[in-house]
């Protein structure tokens, strides 16, 4: 077993691995932003992440773009018109800024020399995943690290002393997430990747509560295909864990979603009491019996538990709202 695992931690480094990048000596061009991304073609809330923030950088008039590992690659699986660039394709200059998405620490080391390094890290929880064994991380070639919640940033500050730490919120479409007009079938939707056993264990609690209920399992699934699933179901089953933001349970709410569930730390932001049910992370019992009495307020009133994932998406779409992440984005390049 322990082969095993370790046979599985070292593929899992060896796709952590960057590609080569090509350094110039100089050059009187505009400076240029690149964002490296890895050729993950299964749907990623991170991924998508790093595309919106280049359309952000180049709407706002900075040349930027993403700088994918293969010539031709691009994601497919949500619809872009973004710039991108193969990491063969271009020959940084020392006024650049390339900036690398947390996923690559163990290799670090391989980051190119010359132009100026910023860490783009979505899941502070991350950081030191994916280490040889007695292997260190250090953040002292970054000029500055950007984030995305006040609980990954607290994280960084306190790993890295002395590291300039930036948020720039993540942002939900509310044009994408949306509720329906009218009050959805009785489902309950979730994303179960991260915590499966758990999953599995509320919704046996429940038993005989869920009869006359549909659970939808949200895996794999587009950007249109997620919040079609999200709007069709009135309560969301929340499974994060050790989240840096608590993406899934931003998008629920802003779908009309009543959000049952774990915050998963960095979600804490997103979860309040007066519209969700956060739950101790892992107590199963106490997300059942939550879960159990927003099913049966939707059976007896569902207007009223509408009523709350009204104020729910209410809160999402105005604390995360694409201007403020703009904003924030921008600033960040700006004092870079």
């Known amino acids: 077993m322990q ?80 710039r991108i660039l193969s990491a063969g394709s271009v020959r940084l200059q020392p006024h650049d800024v390339l900036v690398v998405p947390e996923i690559y620490g163990p290799h670090f080391d391989r980051l190119p020399h010359g132009p100026k390094l910023a860490v783009f890290n979505q899941n502070a929880y991350l950081t030191f995943a994916h280490l040889r064994a007695g292997q260190q991380l250090s953040y002292e070639r970054f000029a500055a690290a950007l984030t995305v919640s006040d609980n990954s940033a607290e994280y960084l500050r306190f790993a890295f002393p002395g590291l300039e730490v930036s948020v720039a919120s993540n942002a939900i479409d509310p044009e994408i997430f949306s509720p329906e007009p009218d009050p959805p079938r009785r489902r309950i939707a ?59 349970a931003a998008e629920a709410m802003a779908s009309g979603c009543f959000v049952v569930g774990f915050p998963g730390f960095g979600g804490r932001e997103i979860f309040d009491s007066a519209f969700s049910a956060p739950v101790e992370d892992g107590d199963v019992l106490a997300a059942a019996g939550e879960l159990a009495a927003a099913m049966a307020s939707y059976e007896n009133r569902p207007e009223d538990l509408r009523g709350v994932g ?7 779409v105005e604390r995360y709202a694409p201007r403020r992440q703009r904003e924030e984005l921008i600033a960040f390049f700006e004092r870079l």
């Not at 082969?3 to 350094?23: F, G, H, K, N, T």
């Not at 587009?222 to 009135?234: D, G, I, Y």
């Not at 009204?310 to 999402?316: D, M, N, P, S, Y």
């Open 3 to 82: 082969l095993l695992r370790r046979a599985s931690d070292e593929r899992s480094r060896r796709r952590r691995r960057p590609p080569s990048i090509q350094v110039g000596a100089g050059g009187t061009g505009p400076e240029a932003i690149y964002y490296l991304c890895p050729d993950h073609s299964a749907p990623s809330g991170g991924v998508r992440a790093l595309y919106k923030h280049v359309d952000i950088l180049n709407e706002a008039g900075k040349n930027a773009a993403i700088l994918h590992h293969r010539e031709g690659y691009s994601c497919q699986w949500f619809e872009h018109s973004t």
């Open 310 to 316: 009204a104020r729910a998406r209410e809160h999402v």
């Open 190 to 248: 979730m994303m179960p990747r991260k915590r499966p056993e758990e999953a599995g264990q509320i919704l046996r609690l429940l038993g005989a509560r869920l009869d006359g209920w549909e659970v939808v399992s949200i895996e794999s699934s587009s950007e249109a295909e997620t919040a079609a699933a999200l709007r069709s179901a009135p309560i969301f089953l929340a499974l994060g864990r050790q989240e840096g933001f608590g993406l899934p």
